[in-house]
T-cell receptor
Framework: DVKVTQSSRYLVKRTGEKVFLECVQD?????MFWYRQDPGLGLRLIYF???????EKGDIPEGYSVSREKKERFSLILESASTNQTSMYLC?????FGGGIEAFFGQGTRLTVV | AQKITQTQPGMFVQEKEAVTLDCTYD???????LFWYKQPSSGEMIFLIY??????QNATEGRYSLNFQKARKSANLVISASQLGDSAMYFC??????????????FGTGTRLQVFP
């Protein structure tokens, strides 16, 4: 069974903390994505990666960075968490377009910054 | 720039009736794919249906069909014979490709569908 696993379901962090959100997939997918989901705004793409050590900015990269040192793992980093980064974070993975169709999602991490 | 628009924040439908959820998109690429995902209250993202830009026939998957009108850049989801379990958020999404560093998946703002008895 295909699987995308996010390290935490719920996180509470303090303003100014460095926060790591981890995502692991076991499908040997090339592409991995990080989104944040907010009511009324849908899923907004933060960063994506199409290969190890390769990354591209999405629509809202400010305040975030990412790391992909191994194919199966894609980390989202909040360098200095702020309250406006309180959100649901979703990780996804997929094959290259043309090699596969759908993206598979993790269960999400609900992050609260206080 | 790539963009997905869902203009219906919420929709109501009676059980056993059909419902159409609207989606329009914008892209300058000739090769792209369109998707619909369902997100129930549990939060998981469930893939429903896919339409490739070169597919000549509308995609169908069980009670789901995608009304693809390329010239209008629309990809509406039709759910036939609605069930109570169809109550959820529905997201339209698009991928462009196949260039590796542009192969990103973007989503619309979603439509909340509520099915009533």
């Amino acid at each position: 069974d295909v699987k995308v696993t996010q390290s935490s379901r719920y996180l509470v962090k303090r303003t100014g903390e460095k926060v790591f959100l981890e995502c692991v997939q076991d499908m040997d997918h090339e592409n991995m994505f990080w989104y944040r989901q907010d009511p009324g705004l849908g899923l907004r793409l933060i960063y994506f990666s199409y290969d190890v050590k390769m990354k591209e900015k999405g629509d809202i990269p400010e305040g975030y960075s990412v790391s992909r040192e191994k194919k199966e793992r894609f980390s989202l980093i909040l360098e200095s968490a702020s309250t406006n980064q309180t959100s649901m974070y979703l990780c996804a993975s997929s094959l290259y377009f043309g090699g596969g169709i759908e993206a598979f999602f993790g269960q999400g991490t609900r992050l609260t910054v206080v | 720039a790539q963009k997905i628009t869902q203009t219906q924040p919420g929709m109501f439908v009676q059980e056993k009736e059909a419902v159409t959820l609207d989606c329009t998109y914008d892209t300058s690429d000739q090769s792209y794919g369109l998707f619909w995902y369902k997100q129930p209250s549990s939060g998981e993202m469930i893939f429903l249906i896919y339409q490739g830009s070169y597919d000549e026939q509308n995609a169908t998957e069980g009670r789901y069909s995608l009304n693809f009108q390329k010239a209008r850049k629309s990809a509406n989801l039709v759910i036939s014979a609605s069930q109570l379990g169809d109550s959820a958020m529905y997201f339209c999404a698009m991928r462009e490709g196949p260039t590796y560093n542009t192969d990103k998946l973007i989503f619309g703002t979603g439509t909340r569908l509520q099915v009533f008895p």
